[in-house]
């Protein structure tokens, strides 16, 4: 319980950071270009719109720097995120609700999946080091060592480009409308499977590579010794005496895993062109949206962060030290 | 390779130890070296992947002289394929492909291991300042990087590459080091952590030795392999978020990297066109100096990570064990890919 409150209290304090470096960023940096986007759109928007940016971005410059923090924190906590110029003039938390479903569906099915597949077969191939399997190592460390965006663009070219077995762009087929029928239903998983095998390639490795380390760790504790004496099934000391313990440090590196891979699946969405919120970032990015840009960051942040401690969560379930630290 | 070979160099020691002591402590840390790099070479993976790094140096430093076409020149030949006289074929503007991947080495490996460098310095100065200090301000130090090992580094690089009004080398390798240094810090951290109770730091604090002296002597020489190998992972993690920004088109366009190679195929869609010689290579180089650098981290780690070696010498006998068993399991039984056990 006390691990739960202390990490409770970590992500908190790291929102308020990362929220805090958002404020800084467009302040600290030399000649504010949000001076400049504003003046293209002069006239065309409302002074309370004008009021909300002007508290985001740090345009009143007759205000103290405290005065402008507030201003800016009383604005998140109204869930004001100021409008976007490239969608003019939606609201930025309209476009963001819009198309972060896509992303959270797509990458938090691939990263359950590529985690599942890699701890399975990390642990099979730990089990037998320096067997077959165990020389294919190095292969997967290219696959790891490729930018994702990189695979997806050969990916596409392949078996959009040559083969026309999969779609080369979108979530879903223009024809169909969005709605629980087996038409969408069958249009969305088609265009999900190029965009969702590349994620998948690209970080198993990650979880394998782990999985098989702690596994190789794990068999030379005494416990695996007594249970092969007790002369238990080999499955049995594998999964349960094996696997069971070697699997913690690849839940608490949970952290770093997802950081790799919202950033590979921004780029992925830009290749297919998938309508998620790294592609809305590419657009904001090339139309020098600034308040798209930064209401992206820190929802993504946010979410990045929710999930973390969703990780801790099932870390304490499964760790009775965690819970007993207390 | 040479940021390795110079990770565990003997470190100078000060001069209120007498000479024999001197000679000694030298003695010991170039053993220490000579020991470290034996493993590196060792392992078949691990000298692979020092063979294909020493390679793109040798391209980073005389690509241009291997192929001497401009790699922005144009000319008639437009979306040729690979041939004789343009070895990966052009663009679709007529450039020379294969002088824009040479080319383009130089400053995508220079971006790379700058921002790593620079990272690496912050994560030894925040990791091993944190940890030997401890108190409020260890505290605060950790928590820090803890915050930047789990803000999502690709948005924020984003972001701040997209106020920056100069979009050059310098401002990439900091905006790079600034999102890059955590994980390094954080590995420091739990070994100085672990370090500081050792009996050898014990002894020289008794001794009235300053801390500084002990943070350069006795605790720096121990945290270099892992420092190295907080080093080649920060690399890895530069060369593809380099890439990855110059794609978006957030880096300087007009200089060449292998990013900015795949932006310009992105952008007249090479894809649609079928030119596949222009966005394969890149991205191709990319993948190989990355499997490269992790090839090298599976022999650091080697070195490193005690407890698989322990493991094995707790299972065959202690001290029959010592150097024989050791050397023949450690190929197979202690290549891995993370430092992080050693902190746990």
Redesign the interface.
């Given at each position: 319980m006390v691990y739960l409150l202390r990490r409770t209290v970590?992500?908190v304090?790291?929102a308020i950071?990362?929220l805090s470096?958002?404020f800084f960023?467009?302040r600290l940096?030399?000649?504010n270009?949000i001076d400049s986007l504003l003046a293209r759109f002069s006239g065309r928007v409302t002074p309370r719109t004008l009021a909300s940016l002007n508290a985001l971005f740090g345009l009143q410059h007759h205000e103290g720097l405290w005065g402008q923090y507030f201003a800016y924190w009383r604005a998140l906590l109204h869930g004001n995120l100021g409008i976007s110029f490239t969608y003019f003039p939606t609201a930025v938390s309209h476009v963001i609700g819009a198309s972060l479903p896509w992303t959270l569906v797509l990458v938090g099915l691939c990263t359950v999946l590529s985690f599942i597949v890699g701890t399975a077969v990390g642990c099979i191939v730990g089990w037998k080091?320096?067997s077959f399997l165990?020389n294919l190592l190095?292969l997967t460390?290219?696959?790891?060592?490729?930018?994702y965006?990189?695979?997806g663009?050969?990916a596409?070219?392949v078996f959009s480009?040559l083969l026309h077995w999969l779609p080369v762009s979108g979530a879903y087929d223009s024809s169909v409308s969005i709605g629980w029928t087996w038409s969408f239903i069958a249009s969305a998983l088609d265009h999900a499977i190029l965009p969702a095998a590349t994620l998948v390639i690209s970080t198993i490795s990650?979880w394998l590579?782990?999985m098989?380390?702690?596994m190789?760790?794990t068999l030379?504790?005494d416990y695996i010794?007594l249970a092969e004496a007790k002369g238990l099934s080999r499955m049995r000391i594998m999964a349960m005496y094996g696997a069971r313990n070697a699997i913690l440090?690849n839940i608490a590196?949970f952290?770093?895993a997802?950081?790799f891979v919202?950033?590979g699946s921004?780029?992925l969405e830009?290749v297919f062109s998938y309508p998620g919120i790294g592609f809305v970032?590419?657009q904001a990015?090339?139309n020098?949206d600034?308040p798209l840009?930064?209401g992206?960051?820190l929802v993504?942040?946010l979410v990045?962060?929710l999930a973390?401690f969703l990780a801790d969560f099932c870390y304490i379930l499964l760790d009775p030290r965690a819970r007993d630290e207390a | 390779m040479s940021a390795i070979s110079g990770g565990a160099a003997p470190v100078p020691v000060g001069t209120r130890v007498g000479s024999k002591k001197r000679y000694a402590a030298a003695r010991q840390s170039r053993d220490r070296f000579v020991r470290f790099w034996r493993r590196l070479t060792q392992s078949r993976?691990t000298f692979?992947g020092l063979v294909i790094l020493l390679i793109f140096l040798l391209i980073a430093l005389f690509g241009p002289w291997i192929d001497s076409q401009s790699p922005s020149a144009m000319s008639g030949a437009v979306l040729q394929g690979p041939s004789t006289a343009h070895w990966l074929g052009t663009t679709q503007t007529g450039q020379d492909v294969a002088a824009q991947l040479l080319d383009g080495t130089r400053f995508t490996l220079l971006v790379s291991f700058g921002a790593a460098a620079v990272a690496t310095v912050i994560a030894l100065i925040i990791g091993i300042g944190g940890g030997y200090l401890g108190g409020i301000g260890g505290e605060v130090l950790s928590?820090l990087s803890?915050?930047f090992?789990?803000?999502?580094?690709?948005?924020?690089v984003?972001?701040?590459a997209?106020?920056?009004?100069n979009k050059g080398g310098i401002s990439l390798i900091l905006v790079l080091a600034l999102t890059g240094w955590a994980?390094g810090a954080r590995i420091l951290r739990a070994q100085t952590l672990s370090l500081r109770r050792r009996d050898f730091v014990l002894a020289a604090r008794v001794a009235g030795e300053r801390s500084w002296r002990i943070l350069f002597s006795e605790i720096l020489p121990h945290v270099m392999p892992i420092a190295a190998s907080g080093f080649v992972f920060t690399v890895?993690f530069a060369i593809?978020?380099q890439?990855?920004l110059a794609?978006?088109?957030?880096g300087d366009v007009t200089t060449w990297s292998w990013g900015t190679m795949?932006y310009w195929a992105?952008n007249n869609s090479a894809?649609?066109l079928?030119a596949?010689w222009w966005?394969?290579p890149?991205?191709?180089c990319?993948?190989?100096?990355?499997?490269a650098?992790?090839?090298i981290n599976f022999g650091i780690d080697d070195f490193v990570n005690p407890?698989?070696r322990v493991?094995?010498l707790?299972?065959r006998g202690r001290r029959a064990a010592r150097l024989s068993v050791a050397e023949v399991l450690a190929p197979?039984?202690?290549d891995?890919?993370?430092v992080?056990?050693v902190g746990?």
């Open positions: 970590f992500y304090l790291t950071i990362a470096i958002n960023i467009p940096m030399p000649g270009p080091p320096g165990d190095p460390t290219f696959f790891s060592s490729i930018p965006f990189w695979l663009l050969i596409l070219f480009g990650f590579l782990r098989r380390n702690m190789v760790t030379g504790e010794l440090p590196s952290a770093m997802l950081g919202v950033t921004i780029l830009v970032l590419y990015v090339s020098e600034y840009m930064q992206i960051f993504v942040t990045v962060l973390n | 993976k692979a928590m803890n915050c090992l789990v803000i999502p580094a690709l948005p924020l984003i972001v701040l997209g106020y920056l009004p994980w890895i593809v978020t890439s990855s794609f978006l088109g957030l795949l992105q894809l649609g079928g596949w966005f394969v890149p991205g191709l990319i993948g190989l100096v990355g499997m650098l992790a090839l407890r698989l493991t094995d707790r299972r197979h039984a202690s891995s890919a993370v992080e056990a746990k």
